[in-house]
């Protein structure tokens, strides 16, 4: 059974900085692209980032380029996203998001995980 | 950049079929794959359609997904409703300069 399950939500400053993490299990990690997807409150689903298989390629949104970093150990089967510079339209549900194939259709969703709240406020 | 077309909400008794649809603006349906998201109020979404016509597993054979050239369109039936298929529904898809279109979504009402 695919398993993501996300960590690290919070509430964080404008300006300031957190870490998300994915623990995935169910699946061969590393054979598969993976994403994270956000949901602001009230909002639909906006794709953030994603990162293929090997963890060679990353992708961005242009709303967090240069702000969010993706990155993926898969030796310890977990996804990462590091971001930095947090903007109050930043607060939002953030979804770990597993893709069905290794790196070109990287938003083909086929399980997702449960999300961790970031809240970005003074 | 292409836009997905949903209807705005649908409903249908139990025991039925639905469908829903989702039109695509520009560029063919069939070049890049369809995804249906199915999210309740205040869970997380799943996915019930990828591919154009997979199903995760645990995703019963009620769901099933097509893909239709002529009308440049997708579409997601589901067969024997039952009451917890109540929820939202969006298709996505996407190409080589727009990673994640989404669909407006639909509101499924059992009744």
């Known amino acids: 059974e695919v398993q993501l399950l996300e960590s690290g939500g919070g509430l964080v400053q404008p300006g300031g900085s957190l870490r998300l993490s994915c623990a995935a299990s169910?699946?061969?990690?590393?054979?598969?692209?993976m994403s994270w997807v956000r949901q602001a409150p009230g909002k639909g689903l906006e794709w953030v980032s994603a990162i293929s298989g090997s963890g060679g390629s990353t992708y961005y949104a242009d709303s967090v380029k240069g702000r969010f970093t993706i990155s993926r150990d898969n030796s310890k089967n977990t996804l990462y996203l590091q971001m930095n510079s947090l903007r109050a339209e930043d607060t939002a549900v953030y979804y770990c998001?597993?893709?069905?194939?290794?790196?070109?259709?990287?938003?083909?969703?086929?399980?997702w995980g449960q999300g961790t709240l970031v809240t970005v406020s003074s | 950049n292409f836009m997905l077309t949903q209807p705005h909400s649908v409903s249908e008794s139990p025991g039925k079929t639905v469908t829903i649809s989702c039109t695509r603006s520009s560029g063919s349906i069939a070049s890049n794959y369809v995804q249906w998201y199915q999210q309740r109020p205040g869970s997380s979404p799943t996915t019930v359609i990828y591919?154009?016509?997979?199903?995760p597993s645990g995703v019963p054979d009620r769901f099933s997904g097509s893909i239709d050239s002529s009308s440049n369109s997708a579409s997601l039936t589901i067969s024997g409703l039952k009451t917890e298929d109540e929820a939202d529904y969006y298709c996505?898809?996407?190409?080589?300069?727009?990673?994640?279109?989404f669909g407006g979504g639909t509101k499924l009402t059992v009744l």
């Open positions: 998001a597993k893709s069905s194939c290794s790196t070109s259709c990287y938003t083909v969703i086929d399980y």
């Open positions: 591919e154009d016509n997979q199903r």
């Open positions: 169910g699946f061969t990690f590393s054979s598969y692209a």
């Open positions: 996505q898809s996407y190409d080589s300069s727009n990673p994640w279109v």
